[in-house]
């Protein structure tokens, strides 16, 4: 990897952590892991699978996660779907 592939990744991870701190702050969610199965899996987002490794961001988001709902800021989780659009029970 180049110089710039490094300053590339390091620029993305920050960027993915920044809007990993707004969906914290938005008090849709209640903790990092949350954000991290939205990021990952709802969005696609392969990289939110290591960009969370650091306790210190974790730490930070789940900050962010309590005080946003002390706010009160409604907090709601969207249900499940099944492959044929369906809600399903969770």
């Not at 914290?24 to 990952?40: D, F, H, N, T």
């Amino acid at each position: 990897m180049s110089l710039s592939d490094d300053r590339i990744k390091d620029r993305f991870s920050e960027w993915l952590r920044d809007l990993a701190r707004h969906m914290a702050r938005s008090g849709r969610y209640c903790s990092w892991r949350v954000i991290q199965i939205e990021l990952r899996f709802m969005q696609g987002i392969r990289e939110a699978a290591t960009c969370f490794s650091d306790a210190a961001i974790r730490s930070e988001l789940d900050a962010l996660c309590r005080e946003a709902q002390k706010s009160g800021t409604p907090i709601f989780m969207l249900p499940a779907r099944s492959e044929s659009g369906l809600t399903t029970a969770g």
